[in-house]
C-alpha cells in the first residue's frame, strides 16, 4: 500500500497558475507503476486529469486539460503544473498510485492508492 498527501491548492483568479505537489511513500517498489491526479467538483463524480508512468515519464492528459496541465514525478513525488486556469477547474485535486509491473499500461481505471485530496477554488 501506498500513502499519499497533496499540498499546493488555494484561490486563484482566471488565468492565473497554481502548482500541487504530492508526496507518497510506502510499498512503492511493488505498488506504483503509475501516479496520477483526479479531481471532482461540487456534485459531480470524480475525473481523471492526468497520468504518469513513474519508471518511463509518458504522460497522459484528459481533453479538457490538455495544453494547459503538466504532470510529473520524482522519485517520491508528482506535481501538477496548472496554467491558464478556469472557474470549471474549481475542484478538490485528489493524488493517487496504481499498481503495476514494469511495462505493463495502465489507465484512469486502475488507481488504487488515494491522498485525501486539496482544493482548488478558481474566481472570474
Known amino acids: 500500500q501506498v500513502q499519499l498527501k497533496e499540498s499546493g491548492g488555494g484561490s486563484v483568479k482566471a488565468g492565473g497558475s497554481l502548482r500541487l505537489s504530492c508526496r507518497f511513500s510506502?510499498?512503492?517498489?511493488?505498488?506504483?507503476?503509475?501516479l496520477g491526479w483526479f479531481r471532482q467538483a461540487s456534485g459531480k463524480g470524480r475525473e481523471g486529469v492526468a497520468r504518469i508512468y513513474w519508471r518511463g515519464g509518458a504522460a497522459t492528459y484528459a481533453s479538457f486539460v490538455q495544453g494547459r496541465f503538466t504532470i510529473s514525478s520524482g522519485p517520491d513525488t508528482v506535481s501538477l503544473e496548472m496554467d491558464l486556469l478556469k472557474p470549471e477547474d474549481s475542484a478538490i485535486y485528489y493524488c493517487a498510485a496504481a499498481a503495476g509491473s514494469l511495462g505493463s499500461t495502465c489507465s484512469f481505471d486502475d488507481f488504487g492508492d488515494w491522498g485525501r485530496g486539496t482544493r482548488v477554488t478558481v474566481f472570474s
Open positions: 510506502g510499498n512503492t517498489g511493488n505498488d506504483v507503476n503509475c
